[in-house]
Every structure is written in C-alpha cells, then in structure tokens.
C-alpha cells in the first residue's frame, strides 16, 4: 500500500520535472544567437506571398516571393530587426502577410489561450479527480448492510468463544 | 454539472470567442493603399543596364525649375524577360518611348520611360532589349528588389504614371496600351 502510494508519488514528480526540462532546454535553445541565413529562413516562412493565398514565401515560386526572400536576406545582412523586417512587410501588402501573430490588443489571445485551456482542463480533471477519491472513501453503509455486518460479526464472535470453550474442555 | 462538463463548457465558449474575434478581426485589417494612386512616388535609384545612373528624384527635382509645359511625366514599368504581357505591352512602349504624347494644341509633353528588371536576370534583359528593341533606361541589379517592394509590386508587368509634381496617377496592372499613358497625361 505504502509502496503503491509512494511510486506514485515518484510518477508524478518525474513527470513535472520532464516538464519543466523540456521547458528549459526549449527556452534556452531559442534564445541562443541564430546566423543570419536562419533569421532570414525563420522571416521567410512566417511572412505570406502576397500573390498566393496564405502561403509562405519560403515555400512559394511566385516571382513576388522570391524577390521578398531575397529582400528579406538583404534586410537581415542590412541589420534590420525581425520586428522592423516584419513592419515594411505589413505597410507595403497589409497585416495579413505576417503568419506571426503580435504581442498585443487582440492578438495576444493567440498566445494566451492554449495555457487558459490547457489550465482550465488541467483543473477540471484534478477537480473531478478529487471528486470521485472523496466519494470512493466517504462512502456510508447503508442501515441494512451495517445490520448484517453486525449479525456476521456476532456469529463470528460466538463461534470463536465455543471453539476456545471446547479446546479448554 | 460535473466539472467536467464544466470544463468543456468552458473550453468550448473560449474557442468559439477565439474563432469570432479572429473573424471580426479579419475585418479590420490594415489594408494598404496597393495602387498608390494619390500618393508620392517613391524614389528609384540604380544603376542601367548600360551603366548609367538612374535617379527619378532627380528628374523630379529638375521640374520644379521649369514651366509646367516642359515638365517631364515619368512612365515606371516593371517587366521582366519570363513574362509574356511584356513581351505583349512591349510594342506600346516602344510607341511611347519614341513618339512621346502630343497634346491637343499639337505640343509633345515630355515624358520619361523607365523599365524596372522584376526578378530577372540582367544578361536575360538585355536579350529581351536585343529581340524586341527599346533603348530606354532600365534598372537592373539587386536594387531592383527594394524598388518592386517599394511600388507593392505583385507581379509583371505593372506600369506607374507619375506626374510631375511626384504624385502617381495611373498604375495599371497587366499590360499597359499607349492610349492608357496618353489620356492620362495633359501640359
């Protein structure tokens, strides 16, 4: 039972720590210095040709796409951050070419949602979990099965004082 | 209501409120001025295929000391060798380039035609020029990106019409015909 209790508890300990390793390594990957072919490559597939719906510049062969690939490489050698490359975008073509959600007003949903769902989730569960354990040990014997657990318990009780009366005799 | 239930309840109105704001938002996008039609043109500067210095701001600049009659209007058309429409609109061009647009009391209003290289490579432009004919200054090299990028260009052929004073007047997407040049341009 105690081994039980405590292999459990080891479970979840090593899931969390999993967790919040793969947390770690994830955050400090990124924010490791990228080469500019990389900068130019992440830039490229997440601002859309303008001549094609929704599809990246990295992944089409409009020639409007290409001449941005090549731009957007110039613009990076040039020094230009992602946010000002992302902009000149956006003023020429309109917001929608940006496949990068912002960081503010109505956006910011993007990124907040997925951990208000997955918390919300996360809570239901351990909610419901909780739940179900209470009412598994908080159960009551009804009147007739305590009855009958007394009657058992009584014959077990006179049947153990005959035998010990008998193995005296 | 179980917490689970709870939970999807929740789960559910947060994704459709997320779906209708992504929606709704849709809606008020930036949307840009595509055919700069009203606004300033901007600058194209570069070199030519024959090496010359190319500077529309210059020729801009020189109008501001002449009478409006002798004003330059400036024709920006970006073309490339891989594209049939300019092979089709090239015919026109040639009109324009050399007979200029003669105005009601029979006077030639000078004008100005520039050819922009759109993704194309300079040796496959100056075939283009040798098949087909056309002297006028033509941008080429990798400025010709930032100055498509600059016009919202999407594709070739696209032509510009800037007036004297810098404003564009006219863009026309496709081929452009010499009659869509000459009607808009009056001195």
Redesign the interface.
Same mark, same amino acid.
């Given at each position: 039972m105690l081994k039980a209790k405590l292999l459990r508890r080891f479970s979840w300990i090593l899931l969390t720590a999993t967790f919040i390793t793969a947390l770690i390594i994830g955050s400090v990957s990124r924010s490791g210095e990228q080469s500019s072919a990389d900068r130019a490559a992440g830039l490229a597939s997440s601002i859309a040709c303008p001549q094609c719906s929704g599809q990246p510049v990295s992944e089409s062969n409009a020639p409007i796409a290409q001449v941005i690939r090549a731009e957007i490489k110039n613009q990076v050698d040039s020094g230009l951050t992602d946010d000002q490359i992302r902009a000149f975008y956006r003023t020429k073509y309109g917001d929608w070419v940006d496949l990068n959600p912002g960081n503010d007003g109505i956006e910011i949903l993007v990124w907040v949602s997925p951990f208000l769902i997955a918390g919300v989730a996360i809570g239901g569960m351990i909610l419901a979990f909780s739940r179900r354990r209470d009412a598994d040990t908080d159960n009551e014997l009804s009147d007739e099965s305590r009855k009958r657990v007394q009657e058992l318990r009584t014959t077990y009780e006179s049947g153990e004082s005959h035998r010990g009366q008998n193995d005296r005799e | 209501m179980?917490?689970?239930k709870?939970?999807?309840a929740?789960?559910a109105a947060?994704?459709i409120a997320?779906i209708v704001?992504l929606a709704v938002?849709?809606q008020q996008? &930036?949307?840009?001025n595509?055919d700069l039609v009203g606004e300033l043109s901007p600058d194209i500067e570069g070199e030519s295929a024959r090496g010359e210095a190319i500077d529309l701001d210059q020729i801009l600049q020189q109008n501001r000391s002449k009478v409006p009659a002798q004003q330059t209007w400036v024709a920006v058309n970006f073309f490339?060798s891989?594209c049939s429409g300019c092979i089709v609109e090239h015919g026109d061009l040639l009109q324009f380039h050399e007979e200029g647009v003669v105005n009601d009391d029979g006077v030639v209003c000078p004008t100005q035609l520039l050819g922009v290289a759109? &993704?194309d490579e300079e040796a496959d432009v100056k075939d283009f020029f040798d098949r087909l004919g056309g002297d006028w200054p033509v941008v080429v090299g990798?400025e010709t990106?930032?100055i498509?990028?600059?016009f919202?260009?999407?594709?070739?052929p696209e032509t510009f019409l800037i007036a004297p004073s810098g404003l564009i007047v006219l863009k026309v997407i496709g081929p452009v015909t010499y009659q869509r040049l000459s009607e808009s341009i009056s001195c």
């Amino acid at each position: 039972m105690l081994k039980a209790k405590l292999l459990r508890r080891f479970s979840w300990i090593l899931l969390t720590a999993t967790f919040i390793t793969a947390l770690i390594i994830g955050s400090v990957s990124r924010s490791g210095e990228q080469s500019s072919a990389d900068r130019a490559a992440g830039l490229a597939s997440s601002i859309a040709c303008p001549q094609c719906s929704g599809q990246p510049v990295s992944e089409s062969n409009a020639p409007i796409a290409q001449v941005i690939r090549a731009e957007i490489k110039n613009q990076v050698d040039s020094g230009l951050t992602d946010d000002q490359i992302r902009a000149f975008y956006r003023t020429k073509y309109g917001d929608w070419v940006d496949l990068n959600p912002g960081n503010d007003g109505i956006e910011i949903l993007v990124w907040v949602s997925p951990f208000l769902i997955a918390g919300v989730a996360i809570g239901g569960m351990i909610l419901a979990f909780s739940r179900r354990r209470d009412a598994d040990t908080d159960n009551e014997l009804s009147d007739e099965s305590r009855k009958r657990v007394q009657e058992l318990r009584t014959t077990y009780e006179s049947g153990e004082s005959h035998r010990g009366q008998n193995d005296r005799e | 209501m179980t917490p689970f239930k709870w939970a999807t309840a929740v789960i559910a109105a947060l994704s459709i409120a997320f779906i209708v704001i992504l929606a709704v938002q849709n809606q008020q996008q &930036n949307t840009p001025n595509f055919d700069l039609v009203g606004e300033l043109s901007p600058d194209i500067e570069g070199e030519s295929a024959r090496g010359e210095a190319i500077d529309l701001d210059q020729i801009l600049q020189q109008n501001r000391s002449k009478v409006p009659a002798q004003q330059t209007w400036v024709a920006v058309n970006f073309f490339a060798s891989w594209c049939s429409g300019c092979i089709v609109e090239h015919g026109d061009l040639l009109q324009f380039h050399e007979e200029g647009v003669v105005n009601d009391d029979g006077v030639v209003c000078p004008t100005q035609l520039l050819g922009v290289a759109f &993704n194309d490579e300079e040796a496959d432009v100056k075939d283009f020029f040798d098949r087909l004919g056309g002297d006028w200054p033509v941008v080429v090299g990798s400025e010709t990106n930032q100055i498509a990028l600059d016009f919202s260009v999407l594709t070739a052929p696209e032509t510009f019409l800037i007036a004297p004073s810098g404003l564009i007047v006219l863009k026309v997407i496709g081929p452009v015909t010499y009659q869509r040049l000459s009607e808009s341009i009056s001195c």
